[in-house]
Nanobody, 124 residues
Framework: QVQLVESGGGLVQAGGSLRLSCAAS????????VCWFRQAPGTEREFVAA????????RYVNFVKGRCTISRDNDKNTVYLQMSTLKPEDSAVYYC?????????????????WGQGTQVTVSS
């Protein structure tokens, strides 16, 4: 099973940008679909973006469309989430997850491998 490690979170002012990274270890990311979810305190984990195994299909939740881009570099075994025009309501722990079936699902139950998360805090 692939192990995932997120990085790139931090404190940023509203309107700023961050690039989150999800690095795989233990095995290659090739063939895997990868997604990002987020969870703020007291809320349920919610889907943000997903990319299929060959970058043909990407999916985004409506509230990040136009502000986020998911991409992958299979040579580096890394998936990225570029976020811009950040808002205080984007503050959350961001998790990446992967599935070996290669399809970019929006459902958390379709992803058996999860990272530990990286904190994003957007100040107003």
């Amino acid at each position: 099973q692939v192990q995932l490690v997120e990085s790139g979170g931090g404190l940023v002012q509203a309107g700023g940008s961050l690039r989150l990274s999800c690095a795989a270890s233990g095995r290659t990311f090739v063939g895997y679909a990868v997604c990002w979810f987020r969870q703020a305190p007291g809320t349920e984990r919610e889907f943000v973006a997903a990319i299929d195994w060959n970058s043909v299909t990407t999916r985004y939740v409506n509230f990040v469309k136009g502000r986020c881009t998911i991409s992958r570099d299979n040579d580096k075994n890394t998936v990225y989430l570029q976020m811009s025009t950040l808002k205080p309501e984007d503050s959350a722990v961001y998790y990446c997850a992967a599935n070996p079936w290669g399809l970019a699902s929006i459902r958390s139950q379709d992803y058996p491998s999860w990272g530990q998360g990286t904190q994003v805090t957007v100040s107003s």
